[in-house]
Nanobody, 118 residues
């Protein structure tokens, strides 16, 4: 069973920055996509960004140019650097690791709260 541990959430002012990190237990993640999702109160959980083991990235349009996802394959870690944060981006951010071919191998962290407020 893969376990994901997130860190780095907190309170930040509008326009500020935060860096989220997620460490995955186990090994053999070359066929896994790692990513970050977020869920605001009363809303569905949506993809923010994802990255393959080869470094191919995907971002939701609203964060392009402000967020950067990166991955350390040796450490099984994924990070999300978030700049120019907006109040509407207040949400619980979840780390996700999913196998490219095997649907049931889809794992979630417990989430970390990001609050953007003055």
């Amino acid at each position: 069973q893969v376990q994901l541990v997130e860190s780095g959430g907190g309170l930040v002012q509008p326009g500020g920055s935060l860096r989220l990190s997620c460490a995955a237990s186990g090994s053999g993640f070359s066929n896994y996509v790692m990513g970050w999702y977020r869920q605001a109160p009363g809303k569905q959980r949506d993809l923010v960004a994802s990255i393959t083991s080869g470094g191919n990235t995907n971002y939701v349009d609203s964060v392009k140019g402000r967020f950067t996802i990166s991955r350390d394959n040796a450490k099984n870690m994924v990070t999300l650097q978030m700049n120019s944060l907006k109040p509407e981006e207040t949400a619980v951010y979840y780390c996700n690791v999913r196998h490219v071919f095997i649907q049931r191998r889809d794992y979630w962290g417990k989430g970390t709260l990001v609050t953007v407020s003055s």
